[in-house]
């Protein structure tokens, strides 16, 4: 098994740009979420899903969008990138109908610079 | 909403005990989890506690008071690959999402 994977690893955008990040887990979870971590604040939800085709927001979710169009997959898309979204992309998945949703399994992250 | 607190860094030797405190304020609490994260690396799960007690998993082990509002990690024997930060998250009643602390970086020193 792979668990989870995020494409790409590594990213630079000018500011107005677009791009969408994927995400994609073979654990059958039915959770998954966007995180983004910057320098001293931890990890922060940006939007999450509780299953197939649903989508709901996080903490801080301005600027981006989310698709679940498979339950496998995340998409996380930035529609014009924004200097403040330079940071740490991370996603996650948990619960396969029997695990607990607070043990939640992290991708490697993406490393977005918009300049 | 929720808050969480903990410390930011701790240092401590080789062979020592450290105890990483997370305090949280949230309504509808659940439960408390425990996630480590290397340098550059993916969060990992540790532990997760919803009920008052101590859970052990092997040098580490985690706390919970529900009526104090407080959690700790205590990490034993450490070890240079401890070297990490530590994130603690919270969970509230039916809502499938952690709030994570902004995590304590542990130094281990030879």
């Known amino acids: 098994n792979a668990g989870v994977t995020q494409t790409p690893k590594f990213r630079v955008l000018k500011t107005g740009q677009s791009m969408t990040l994927l995400c994609a887990q073979d654990?059958?979870?039915?959770?998954m979420y966007w995180y983004r971590q910057d320098p001293g604040m931890g990890l922060r939800l940006i939007h999450y899903?509780?299953?197939?085709?649903?989508?709901a927001k996080g903490e801080v979710p301005d600027g981006y969008n989310v698709s679940r169009l498979k339950k496998q997959n995340f998409l996380l898309g930035l529609e014009s990138a924004a200097p403040s979204q330079t940071s740490v992309y991370f996603c996650?998945?948990?619960?396969?109908?029997?695990?607990?949703?607070?043990?939640?399994?992290f991708g490697p992250g993406t490393r977005l610079t918009v300049l | 909403g929720q808050s969480l607190e903990q410390p930011s860094e701790v240092t401590a030797v080789e062979g020592a005990i450290v105890q990483i405190n997370c305090t949280y304020q949230?309504?509808?609490?659940?439960?408390l989890s425990w996630y480590q994260q290397h340098d550059g690396g993916a969060p990992t799960f540790l532990s997760y506690?919803?009920?008052?007690g101590l859970e052990e998993t092997g040098r580490f082990s985690s706390f919970l008071s529900r009526s104090d509002s407080y959690g700790y990690l205590l990490l034993q024997e450490l070890q240079m690959k401890d070297s990490a930060s530590y994130f603690c998250?919270?969970?509230?009643?039916?809502?499938?999402?952690?709030?994570f602390g902004a995590g304590t970086t542990v130094t281990v020193r030879a």
């Open positions: 996650a998945s948990s619960y396969d109908g029997q695990s607990s949703y607070n043990e939640q399994f």
């Open positions: 654990m059958n979870h039915e959770y």
């Open positions: 899903s509780v299953g197939e085709g649903t989508t």
């Open positions: 949230t309504s509808g609490f659940y439960g």
């Open positions: 506690n919803a009920l008052d």
């Open positions: 998250a919270v969970s509230t009643r039916n809502d499938y999402k952690l709030s």
